[in-house]
């Protein structure tokens, strides 16, 4: 297969600015004391012949062309990306289904039971844990489901505020039906653009602006999932006393319980107000305690997240050199303490709503911050960092094209144990890449942050040694979610389980918990062709 | 037995006053064109032998006395009252027992695993839905659970607004700790002075203030769930991405599938300011506009209620004939149309939290109010609804003094839904108390408004004929509920399923939920001990 570009986040070129790339790489170099080697030319990717030899799977028919196959098997972590862009790929599935309704859903469903063949729900494919890598587990082949035809608006209720769509609607195109009827979901997930409602309702989905509006699980009000055993559907327009319910088994579930394929979700007015503002801190700390005083407030911001020293300095060195950003930023370090900016964490506050609103939340947002010790450095910055929040993705593309390696990972816990957990991590990558001699940044940021705690996430940034393939990662991995589970962390607060976590998670659950579970998939999924190898612990059989 | 009164809802005379009382009384023979004739004398309740013999049930006491064992029983259901006073009981427990820590509910579960006897959780005692009826199903004897001694606080984390409790604390204990706090969980039942905590989580319990706060499921970050299967534990200070979970299932499964013992709750600051107000509205469609208006609106209020007519003119005449409640309510609607107090309708809007989001609340929701042909009739009426609250379940037990029956019932939907299912209950309810020749008094709210919709709250009062048991009620209930459920409505909003609603549900869930809901059933309860006959439509066993 010829090389091409298609498993970059954008194909056809960085949307990230040249310019800042450039500084970005030169940042990294001085703090790094290295630069990476080129990374090797790609090999051809050699694609196993696909086990699946129909032309349908029951009603719909499977694309069993090689570019489409390996193109569908693969999600966005690093790994994954590494290894298409080293030609050193896993698994690739047998074929490509793309059912256009419900109906055909439960064919597709059915036939694979009958043929023993496991499947692999697919929305936009940004899995960034592996959630997508076709196992077959013990069947005879595996085809991947993609959702991306049912894409349909099926209604929409203004005065009511809910809407129902097809779960393979991309984020963009369900918004802007939304904006129609001045509504908005809210959700906006650093995948928004490529990633489905399907995705976040499967993923357990948490949007960037959730702090206000919620994670994606709290916006469904009904839904329908295709399961081996059965078609699951469910309607709660508000809430009831009707015995026991299932969505927060399915949600979540990350494909290997059944396939959403419609969802009806509650809707919010599209903001009347916004303002967006960039805070500095003189340190974490202050700014920890300032950002939990801020989201108890009873006006929520629907944005609030803190970056620490590492992270703000990186992402001061990524902006236009000519846009004043770091010249603002400097300004404001300035007032704060007479000093330069190093040391210093970056705040994005966001209000959304109605104007009276947004304008109580800013106001004793400010107060608020001031007694932190933070510096207001105005809405230029917080406007800056909303018009690039969708580019960063990019900007690992431009960064291992040169040879770095770039992860992120994440995990939750509540307000008090977020600064052992912040330790813990930090400890750990930084003694592990000691070991190995690895020169390592981590930058970090709080962000989703609720009443009751926030979510930690960590981006790793390394030469990738062109000799190696799993190294560095997979030691940092393991060492950071060691940290994150021996300091009460949570595996995951909205990345998921996938193939990547699945290791922890048995440590995670309580005996009684595993055996209601694996009642669940048996019930739902008695031969294990969902999405085989993700989420469940091993035991015989899934 | 002696006859006494413990089985009002307040004992030892009622805390309604009897000039309001008298008032009650006179309009409804106003109203209805009838006075029922005087209850009849109670028989001696006669109390069947108990069939559990033993003094413990694995490491804890089992109390066996007749007295005891007829009071754990019962429930608040106008059968269960009206059983009690007949002297007409049904089943009656084997034994009470009343564990007092997580390990001891653990050891009695287990010993009534092994020695066959099923188990009735309980906790306040106020289902209305016969969710204590003590059924042995197949088992050889029944011992219900009391909670009561499982009432501690276990801590409370004032900056981190989450609190961990025994689940057997009742409403106003936990309230009490919590205002020492200054925190406050905002979950005020109607039930809240004699309900506790597990009896909420159990029973997917809503308050009146849930508006603001959230209904009891949403408050929950962690719980201990004791079950044969095993003990289930979570804890999710905040949301979390790691695979399907379980609390959606444990909540409102009202002890069938397990007993909550310990419960993580999101807790709120202690409101700062608070404003409720009454208005009145010059008609029922007029006021629901409104309301739908003010809760969708940014800053929602705590309480958004609003009465028919028949219910606002019970209501007025329910007050202290020299309060000037009523002269406040006439003038305010003097003002709106010119007309007398006939056809208005009352609604309370309540706001709470700090003062600056009060303010700008209430001065939106004036606006809104306005907009829509409402009236405000002041805050001394908002008050006077919130001093009232608690007080209502007792002035039923002074309407059964005098030989009324007083019974309510419920249901929730989607805003559109809600003018339909209204018209249809009442036509269904008002149908069949005219073929019965029932003069029936049907009194309707709309509570517990969000965004989506609310819940739709019916009360009926009639003669209760001294020869008659089951009726009027039974063919009342099952025109009301075969009307909410051919409208859309759903079989619960906040009361729960028990056994009254348990007919109906089968016909709630699809084949496939159903077929999952019993595999959770069988893995956690494979001998159906727990709460047998409740919720689950019958099927082998359960």
Redesign the interface.
């Given at each position: 297969m010829a090389p091409n570009d298609w498993w970059r986040w954008k194909s056809g070129g960085s949307p990230f600015p040249a310019p800042r790339v450039q500084s970005v790489l030169q940042y990294l170099v001085e703090v790094l004391g290295t630069t990476p080697p080129s990374p090797p030319k790609a090999s051809p990717v050699e694609i196993p012949a696909g086990r699946f030899r129909a032309a349908t799977l029951g009603p719909v028919a499977v694309d069993r062309g090689n570019g489409l196959r390996l193109r569908y098997s693969y999600g966005m972590s690093y790994p994954d990306l590494l290894a298409l862009r080293r030609g050193r790929v896993g698994p690739v599935t047998d074929g490509v289904a793309f059912p256009a309704s419900t109906a055909e859903v439960e064919g597709l469903v059915a036939a694979a039971r009958a043929e023993d063949v496991a499947l692999v729900p697919r929305g936009g494919g940004t899995s960034v844990v592996g959630g997508l890598t076709p196992e077959s587990g013990s069947h005879r082949a595996v085809v991947t489901v993609s959702l991306e035809r049912m894409n349909r608006v099926l209604s929409i209720?203004r005065?009511?505020?809910?809407g129902r769509f097809e779960c393979g609607i991309l984020g963009p195109e369900l918004e802007r039906h939304l904006s129609q009827e001045k509504l908005t979901l809210g959700h906006f997930p650093q995948s928004f653009e490529l990633s489905t409602l399907g995705g976040w309702l499967a993923?357990?989905?948490?949007g960037q602006a959730?702090t206000l509006y919620g994670?994606a699980?709290?916006r469904v009000?009904g839904a329908v999932v295709v399961?081996p055993?059965?078609?699951?559907?469910?309607d709660?327009?508000?809430?009831?006393?009707?015995?026991?319910?299932?969505?927060?088994?399915?949600?979540?579930?990350?494909g290997?319980?059944g396939i959403f394929t419609e969802a009806t979700l509650?809707l919010?007015?599209l903001p009347a107000a916004s303002e967006y503002r960039g805070v500095l801190f003189p340190d974490w700390d202050d700014g920890l305690r300032a950002l939990?005083e801020v989201v108890?407030?009873?006006?929520r911001p629907a944005v609030a997240r803190l970056s620490d020293a590492e992270e703000t300095a990186l992402s001061v060195a990524g902006r236009s050199p000519g846009s004043g950003f770091e010249r603002v930023i400097e300004r404001g370090f300035l007032r704060a303490k007479g000093t330069r900016l190093e040391g210093s964490c970056l705040a994005i506050l966001g209000y959304e709503?109605?104007a009276?609103?947004v304008r109580?939340g800013v106001r004793?947002m400010a107060a608020t911050v001031r007694s932190h010790h933070g510096v207001d450095v105005g809405e230029g910055v917080g406007e800056s960092w909303r018009r690039d929040r969708f580019l960063v993705p990019s900007l690992r593309d431009d960064l291992m094209d040169r040879g770095w390696m770039v992860e992120t990972l994440e995990t939750?816990?509540?307000?008090?144990?977020l600064p052992a957990i912040y330790a813990a991590v930090r400890k750990a990558l930084h003694e592990r890449a000691a070991k190995s001699k690895v020169a390592l940044h981590v930058g970090t940021h709080l962000s989703?942050a609720?009443?009751?705690?926030?979510?930690l996430y960590f981006t790793l940034i390394a030469p990738q040694p062109p000799d190696q393939f799993d190294e560095p990662l997979a030691g940092l991995k393991v060492a950071a979610t060691d940290a994150i589970v021996r300091s009460g962390g949570?595996?995951?607060?909205?990345?998921?389980?996938g193939t990547m976590?699945r290791p922890w998670?048995g440590s995670?659950r309580?005996?009684?918990?595993v055996?209601?579970?694996?009642?669940?998939k048996?019930?739902?999924d008695p031969s294990s062709l969902l999405n085989p190898s993700k989420?469940?612990p091993e035991e015989g059989g899934h």
């Amino acid at each position: 297969m010829a090389p091409n570009d298609w498993w970059r986040w954008k194909s056809g070129g960085s949307p990230f600015p040249a310019p800042r790339v450039q500084s970005v790489l030169q940042y990294l170099v001085e703090v790094l004391g290295t630069t990476p080697p080129s990374p090797p030319k790609a090999s051809p990717v050699e694609i196993p012949a696909g086990r699946f030899r129909a032309a349908t799977l029951g009603p719909v028919a499977v694309d069993r062309g090689n570019g489409l196959r390996l193109r569908y098997s693969y999600g966005m972590s690093y790994p994954d990306l590494l290894a298409l862009r080293r030609g050193r790929v896993g698994p690739v599935t047998d074929g490509v289904a793309f059912p256009a309704s419900t109906a055909e859903v439960e064919g597709l469903v059915a036939a694979a039971r009958a043929e023993d063949v496991a499947l692999v729900p697919r929305g936009g494919g940004t899995s960034v844990v592996g959630g997508l890598t076709p196992e077959s587990g013990s069947h005879r082949a595996v085809v991947t489901v993609s959702l991306e035809r049912m894409n349909r608006v099926l209604s929409i209720d203004r005065r009511d505020r809910v809407g129902r769509f097809e779960c393979g609607i991309l984020g963009p195109e369900l918004e802007r039906h939304l904006s129609q009827e001045k509504l908005t979901l809210g959700h906006f997930p650093q995948s928004f653009e490529l990633s489905t409602l399907g995705g976040w309702l499967a993923a357990r989905s948490s949007g960037q602006a959730s702090t206000l509006y919620g994670d994606a699980s709290a916006r469904v009000r009904g839904a329908v999932v295709v399961t081996p055993g059965g078609t699951l559907r469910w309607d709660r327009p508000v809430e009831e006393a009707t015995g026991p319910q299932l969505q927060d088994l399915l949600v979540g579930s990350e494909g290997t319980l059944g396939i959403f394929t419609e969802a009806t979700l509650e809707l919010s007015p599209l903001p009347a107000a916004s303002e967006y503002r960039g805070v500095l801190f003189p340190d974490w700390d202050d700014g920890l305690r300032a950002l939990q005083e801020v989201v108890q407030h009873g006006i929520r911001p629907a944005v609030a997240r803190l970056s620490d020293a590492e992270e703000t300095a990186l992402s001061v060195a990524g902006r236009s050199p000519g846009s004043g950003f770091e010249r603002v930023i400097e300004r404001g370090f300035l007032r704060a303490k007479g000093t330069r900016l190093e040391g210093s964490c970056l705040a994005i506050l966001g209000y959304e709503g109605e104007a009276a609103v947004v304008r109580e939340g800013v106001r004793t947002m400010a107060a608020t911050v001031r007694s932190h010790h933070g510096v207001d450095v105005g809405e230029g910055v917080g406007e800056s960092w909303r018009r690039d929040r969708f580019l960063v993705p990019s900007l690992r593309d431009d960064l291992m094209d040169r040879g770095w390696m770039v992860e992120t990972l994440e995990t939750g816990g509540a307000w008090k144990t977020l600064p052992a957990i912040y330790a813990a991590v930090r400890k750990a990558l930084h003694e592990r890449a000691a070991k190995s001699k690895v020169a390592l940044h981590v930058g970090t940021h709080l962000s989703h942050a609720v009443p009751t705690g926030g979510c930690l996430y960590f981006t790793l940034i390394a030469p990738q040694p062109p000799d190696q393939f799993d190294e560095p990662l997979a030691g940092l991995k393991v060492a950071a979610t060691d940290a994150i589970v021996r300091s009460g962390g949570a595996l995951s607060h909205h990345h998921g389980i996938g193939t990547m976590h699945r290791p922890w998670l048995g440590s995670q659950r309580d005996a009684a918990s595993v055996t209601l579970l694996r009642a669940a998939k048996k019930a739902l999924d008695p031969s294990s062709l969902l999405n085989p190898s993700k989420v469940w612990p091993e035991e015989g059989g899934h």
